[in-house]
């Protein structure tokens, strides 16, 4: 029983499985929202999550991982990510109801029951000074710091692991060039969450918690946060071992587990197997699937959405922020595709141009 | 400009009065000073950047005479000191880089798998070098590998061959030796 179970959990962690069951957990607790944000549903999955976790500890290998010191936080993490989403989710449905009745929000409710910042809040907050203070000295007596061997430049820790919460960086960086995944990527992120205030103008969902008035924003956020940062920090803690090779939770970390892969570019499926002939010594005609691929994905793709399922966005953001909004989300569901593609058909690059250190 | 001469009660004598020209001028000094002392503490850390002396092993080595080496074995015994690995194969040998051509880490040797695995984004190497899983853009770097005039394998890390570049078929690239 217990093995048929473990065995269940590690087959769920096949990344392919794993990443379109999270992206199908998160689309199913938005469509039936109303139920998923019930107390009781609440509080069953706190109670599956709670007794999820105390039974894995009960096996070896998924103990080793969870009470790594590195790795408590990420146990934390989780239940208030979980929640706090779940809160959100949970007023804004309260709220969709109340406005469609034409009843004030909860928070214009809340808004007539003001309190003075001095005494009330700044005793909430010498209160919560104080707990998250002793919780902070209390985790650092019990738990050591992780600290390993000297650094020696010839022996690298098998799996190379960064901080968990850098992990899902971590992961871009097996399916992009480095600059791609480590620079040019995170900046995107960074700028792209700087540029929401100006390219989203809509008013709607100021000052109050809303799905219905906001799905597209909150949709793609969400998938943002919780699919590519979240779902990743999880894959790289839980499901990368040795040789940055997947494994099951409840799988023991074989450092000679045989995985064979052989990497193809799409260069060499275009060339080589489809027509048939040796690959062209020139880059340019050797990756030009792949370029015109990206060319038909940034320049052609904005042109088609806007027509067709953007077309609401477009009207309303006019040409030029449509257009940087396009270009945003692209860039995002680039990470998910290009993964996707990986574990399906060990896809290396889709445009590989080493002459100019350019691998996407 | 004339100085106005009022009571004492007014205005103390001793009062530091400056006149836009002396206060430009105090600044312009503190400013001065400030951006040498800058410009001396970067130069300083910019020294450090160079040490006296290095202590690197050297780039090139002997590597042992070629019956030391087992054909079709990878030989991790230059790894630590040198970051090479040499590899003979029936036909001669080849000295392998140690760091993986996508982020620098250095992989490991897996002799049961005849491959070699980075730990940190899973690239993965035949035995020649030639990358086949994960990010890794391109194949291991090869050393210039060679025989000295007392019979020792001699490696010159100085000298880098770049299979995409076309290099590997490069003299150097290969040590040619026939098990006799």
């Known amino acids: 029983m217990n093995d048929a179970l473990q065995g269940f959990f590690n087959a769920l962690g096949d990344p392919r499985l794993y990443f379109l069951l999270s992206c199908g957990l998160l689309g199913a607790s938005l469509y039936w929202r109303k139920w998923f944000t019930k107390i009781g549903t609440g509080v069953a999955l706190l109670a599956f999550a709670v007794v999820f976790f105390v039974w894995g500890l009960g096996d070896r290998d998924f103990f080793a991982i969870a009470m790594k010191p590195d790795n408590v936080p990420i146990a934390g993490m989780l239940v208030l990510v979980g929640f706090f989403t779940w809160l959100a989710l949970r007023r804004a449905v309260i709220n969709d109801e109340l406005r469609a009745r034409g009843e004030p929000t909860l928070e214009e409710r809340a808004a007539s029951q003001k309190v003075f910042v001095w005494p009330d809040l700044v005793y909430t907050e010498l209160i919560c000074l104080m707990l998250v203070g002793a919780l902070l000295v209390v985790w650092s007596v019990y738990l050591k710091a992780p600290i390993e061997e000297p650094a020696a430049p010839a022996i690298s820790p098998n799996p190379a692991k960064a901080p968990w919460y850098f992990l899902g960086l971590q992961e871009m960086l097996v399916y992009f060039d480095p600059w791609l995944a480590g620079v040019v990527f995170p900046s995107f992120i960074i700028l792209g969450l700087q540029a929401i205030p100006y390219i989203d103008r809509n008013p709607k969902g100021n000052g109050y918690y809303t799905f219905t008035e906001r799905p597209f924003a909150?949709?793609?956020?969400?998938?943002?946060?919780?699919?590519?940062?979240?779902?990743?920090?999880?894959?790289?803690?839980?499901?990368?071992?040795?040789?940055?090779?997947?494994?099951?939770?409840?799988?023991?970390?074989?450092?000679?587990?045989?995985?064979?892969?052989?990497n193809v570019n799409l260069s060499e499926i275009f060339w080589v197997y489809w027509l048939g002939k040796p690959l062209?010594?020139?880059?340019?005609?050797?990756?030009?699937?792949?370029?015109?691929?990206?060319?038909?994905?940034?320049?052609?793709?904005?042109?088609?959405?806007?027509?067709?399922?953007?077309?609401?966005?477009?009207?309303?953001?006019?040409?030029?922020?449509?257009?940087?909004?396009?270009?945003?989300?692209?860039?995002?569901?680039?990470?998910?595709?290009?993964?996707?593609?990986?574990?399906?058909?060990?896809?290396?690059?889709?445009?590989?141009?080493?002459?100019?250190?350019?691998?996407? | 400009?004339?100085?106005?001469?009022?009571?004492?009660?007014?205005?103390?004598?001793?009062?530091?009065?400056?006149?836009?020209?002396?206060?430009?001028?105090?600044?312009?000094?503190?400013?001065?000073?400030?951006?040498?002392?800058?410009?001396?503490?970067?130069?300083?850390?910019?020294?450090?950047?160079?040490?006296?002396?290095?202590?690197?092993?050297?780039?090139?080595?002997?590597?042992?005479?070629?019956?030391?080496?087992?054909?079709?074995?990878?030989?991790?015994?230059?790894?630590?000191?040198?970051?090479?690995?040499?590899?003979?194969?029936?036909?001669?040998?080849?000295?392998?880089?140690?760091?993986?051509?996508?982020?620098?880490?250095?992989?490991?040797?897996?002799?049961?798998?005849?491959?070699?695995?980075?730990?940190?984004?899973?690239?993965?190497?035949?035995?020649?070098?030639?990358?086949?899983?994960?990010?890794?853009?391109?194949?291991?770097?090869?050393?210039?590998?060679?025989?000295?005039?007392d019979g020792q394998i001699m490696v010159d890390k100085t000298r880098v061959f770049r299979q995409d570049k076309g290099q590997w078929s490069l003299p150097g690239s290969f040590l040619e030796f026939k098990v006799a």
Request: proline share 7%; charged share 15%.
């Open chain 2, 1 to 149: 400009m004339p100085e106005t001469q009022g009571s004492p009660y007014e205005e103390p004598l001793n009062e530091y009065r400056p006149t836009r020209r002396g206060f430009l001028s105090v600044l312009g000094l503190a400013w001065l000073a400030f951006t040498g002392a800058t410009a001396a503490t970067l130069a300083a850390m910019g020294r450090f950047l160079f040490p006296n002396v290095l202590y690197e092993p050297p780039q090139s080595f002997k590597a042992g005479y070629p019956d030391e080496y087992t054909v079709d074995v990878v030989d991790e015994r230059w790894k630590a000191k040198f970051g090479c690995w040499i590899v003979r194969t029936n036909s001669g040998f080849y000295a392998l880089s140690t760091v993986c051509t996508h982020l620098g880490c250095t992989p490991n040797w897996l002799a049961s798998e005849l491959k070699f695995k980075c730990p940190c984004h899973g690239s993965g190497y035949l035995m020649t070098g030639v990358n086949v899983e994960g990010p890794a853009p391109r194949p291991l770097d090869r050393f210039y590998i060679g025989l000295g005039e």
């Open chain 1, 218 to 262: 909150i949709t793609s956020f969400l998938f943002g946060f919780l699919i590519l940062w979240v779902s990743l920090v999880i894959l790289g803690t839980f499901l990368r071992g040795p040789n940055w090779s997947f494994f099951g939770p409840f799988e023991y970390w074989n450092t000679n587990k045989l995985e064979p892969l052989i």
């Open chain 1, 280 to 360: 062209p010594q020139f880059w340019l005609v050797r990756e030009l699937p792949g370029l015109l691929l990206l060319v038909g994905y940034f320049g052609v793709l904005p042109i088609i959405l806007a027509r067709t399922v953007l077309k609401k966005i477009y009207i309303e953001a006019g040409f030029a922020r449509y257009q940087v909004t396009a270009f945003l989300l692209l860039m995002m569901a680039l990470l998910p595709i290009k993964m996707l593609l990986r574990w399906a058909f060990n896809l290396k690059y889709l445009v590989q141009i080493n002459e100019f250190f350019l691998n996407i």
